[in-house]
């Protein structure tokens, strides 16, 4: 059962990266390690990977400590475990977050901080992608944050080029809902360490959580409703550009 499981599991982050083209032979990824289940699952799907696809890469895990005391150990171990390099950036990101700073919006800051330390490492390293291990909630939950919050329709891509440093942003497990990694974190027995942030819990992703969990009561297969209409979606069903559909009656106007 737990062999057929991970088939089925490590199929669905192979379609992601094949799908999206995500890995080429001869790269060198760096898995960004919060040692959470999705950090810990996508660096061990990604190891196991590596055994079984054509495509030949380079692996290694980056942990970006932000000040708050952490059971290291437990993930150095599991690396080891792997054969993967693990690397530790010291930060003070803590400090500047919730001391200097005391910023409305904790999160934003962290993810920017934690960010650039990470690709800082990355280049550092000579390597030339990372790998996040956001899955299917998480783009459901940014689809309805950038909604509410910004009053935008947007999603993260699976796969980013980024032009300031050259590195390439890949995300495989986006095809998997938080449910299904859950349960490959107990299947495969994964070590992992909880979220030390004291705003874990109390920030606008969290509501927006509850908010789609409660969909998902009413509408069980909500979640793979939305990936079908991310993979299916079709620009004409949106309003066209206000301001360029003005100009040309303004034309009509004028004629």
């Not at 290291?72 to 200097?100: G, H, M, Q, W």
């Not at 650039?116 to 299917?136: D, M, P, R, T, Y």
């Not at 550009?241 to 009656?249: E, I, N």
């Amino acid at each position: 059962m737990t062999k057929n499981y991970r088939k089925w599991f490590l199929a669905k982050v192979k379609r992601a990266i094949y799908d999206f083209g995500m890995i080429e032979d001869g790269d060198r990824i760096v898995v960004g390690f919060s040692g959470g289940k999705d950090s810990v699952t996508l660096l061990y799907s990604l190891y196991l990977l590596s055994r079984s696809i054509p495509v030949k890469f380079d692996l290694a895990a980056v942990f970006i400590k932000t000040g708050w005391p952490m059971d290291l150990p437990v993930l150095e171990n599991f690396c080891r475990s792997l054969n993967v390099p693990f690397y530790i950036v010291e930060t003070e990101i803590a400090k500047i977050v919730f001391e200097d700073r005391q910023d409305d919006n904790p999160c934003a800051i962290c993810s920017h901080l934690r960010r650039g330390a990470l690709h800082s490492k990355v280049l550092e390293l000579g390597f030339n992608k990372v790998a996040l291990g956001h899955h299917l909630d998480d783009v459901i939950e940014t689809f309805f944050m950038s909604m509410i919050y910004t009053g935008q329709i947007r999603v993260f891509s699976p796969f980013t080029f980024l032009d300031r440093t050259g590195l390439t942003m890949i995300r495989p497990m986006v095809y998997l809902p938080a449910e299904e990694v859950v349960s490959f974190v107990k299947q495969e027995a994964l070590p992992f360490i909880e979220n030390p942030c004291p705003a874990n819990g109390f920030t606008n992703r969290e509501v927006v959580k509850k908010q789609i969990a409660d969909l998902v009561k009413r509408f069980p297969d909500l979640k793979a409703r939305f990936l079908t209409s991310l993979q299916t979606f079709d620009q004409r069903n949106l309003w066209p550009d206000v301001r360029s559909k003005s100009k040309k009656q303004d034309r009509k106007i004028r004629i």
